[in-house]
């Protein structure tokens, strides 16, 4: 059982849709992380969400941190192929380890 | 700065082979990991390490072994190469290690796609 839940595991829509996707846990984290990777490339951070309630925007990515610290969304408004990736959702876990979802693979098509 | 470097990019190994992955980083980050990632399971945590001379395992931490002698360099090692090793590897390093690391941010490497036979 992974720490870190998301869903759904994989999307395909139409350029132009609005989609969201879910990090979900039943531990309690000082804050958690969202990433983004292409194929052949290693993650790249796109926010860290650190106050329950948070809500981050990114250019047309909103994120939002759950007010008890234990879920977090993503939402891509107005979806471009440029979005398409893999997004990952990442928590520290006791002892400096950080563990990861086994993230949501985004197929945005034109 | 070159960020997070590794080598090789491609490696096929036979099964029983030994080999070290390289990862080094010039932006003097204290915190190092390895993580390896296979379809459907996200990125798992390998082995990780807070500073030089310093190193503790991951969640899947079995077949692998690491050191950190300098700040720059932390090289992951097959003792004895599996089938089931077979996946992508990557090393990330960030700036701070203890309780800020869960707010930093983690440089990765472009990752070793490693094929056991």
């Known amino acids: 059982t992974q720490l870190l839940e998301q869903s759904p595991q994989f999307l395909s829509i139409q350029e132009g849709e609005n989609l969201t996707v879910y990090c979900n846990s039943s531990?309690?984290?000082?804050?958690l992380q969202w990433y983004r990777q292409e194929p052949g490339e290693g993650p790249v951070l796109l926010v860290t969400?650190?106050?329950?309630?948070e809500v981050k925007k990114l250019k047309r990515l909103t994120f939002q941190f759950g007010d008890a610290r234990k879920d977090s969304s993503l939402h891509i408004t107005a979806a471009q192929p440029g979005d398409t990736g893999l997004y990952l959702c990442?928590?520290?876990?006791?002892?400096?380890?950080?563990?990861f979802g086994a993230g949501t693979i985004l197929r945005v098509k034109s | 700065n070159a960020g997070v470097t590794q080598t090789p990019k491609f490696q096929v190994l036979k099964t029983g082979q030994s080999m070290t992955l390289q990862c080094a980083q010039d932006?003097?980050?204290?915190?190092m990991s390895w993580y390896r990632q296979d379809p459907g399971m996200g990125l798992r945590l390998i082995h990780y390490?807070?500073?030089?001379?310093?190193?503790d395992q991951g969640e899947v931490p079995n077949g692998y072994n690491v050191s950190r002698s300098t700040t720059e360099d932390f090289p992951l090692r097959l003792l004895s190469a599996a089938p089931s090793q077979t996946s992508v590897y990557f090393c990330?390093?960030?700036?701070?290690?203890?309780?800020?690391?869960?707010?930093?941010?983690?440089?990765f490497g472009p990752g070793t796609r490693l094929t056991v036979l």
């Open positions: 990442a928590a520290m876990e006791y002892g400096n380890k950080l563990v």
């Open positions: 990330a390093s960030s700036y701070s290690p203890g309780t800020s690391l869960s707010t930093d941010t983690q440089y």
């Open positions: 932006m003097n980050h204290e915190y």
């Open positions: 390490s807070v500073g030089a001379g310093i190193t």
């Open positions: 531990s309690v984290f000082s804050s």
């Open positions: 969400v650190v106050t329950g309630g």
